[in-house]
């Protein structure tokens, strides 16, 4: 399959997400997005850095603690962090929100819209990234 096959299938196919991107782990290349889910390359170097610290919990903590007061950035929008653990990001705008999950290789930056479920929405996008996990991605 694709990496774009997985954003059309499995992630915004599944009706969970209306927006996604595949994105290298080191953030400087986007492998696959949906159409007009322009993501800039300050936003993924941001979130690069905060799911580094995030899985170093005995490192430097600043980024995950500044994620969680001002928010993240992500297609131009601010985004209020409601978790970040691990290898995860979860964050919401009102009623829309962002899933972000980190495997090997790369990470997965899901969005659903208003009218989705944030928990389905983690869910799927979870649920694609233990599969790359488990594919080696």
């Not at 915004?12 to 986007?30: C, L, N």
């Amino acid at each position: 399959m694709s990496w774009q096959q997985y954003i059309d299938s499995s992630l915004v196919g599944s009706g969970h997400i209306d927006q996604a991107a595949i994105v290298s782990a080191a953030g400087d290349s986007v492998w696959a997005t949906s159409a007009g889910f322009n993501v800039q390359p300050a936003e993924l170097k941001a979130i690069v850095t905060i799911l580094a610290a995030a899985e170093n919990e005995k490192g430097d903590q600043t980024p995950v603690t500044t994620a969680q007061a001002e928010g993240i950035h992500v297609a131009g929008s601010r985004y209020v962090v409601a978790r970040i653990d691990g290898r995860s990001i979860y964050a919401r705008q009102g009623r829309t929100g962002i899933c972000i999950a980190k495997t090997k290789q790369a990470f997965i930056l899901a969005h659903h819209a208003e009218t989705q479920v944030a928990g389905n929405a983690s869910s799927t996008t979870e649920a694609l990234a233990d599969y790359l996990i488990k594919s080696g991605y």
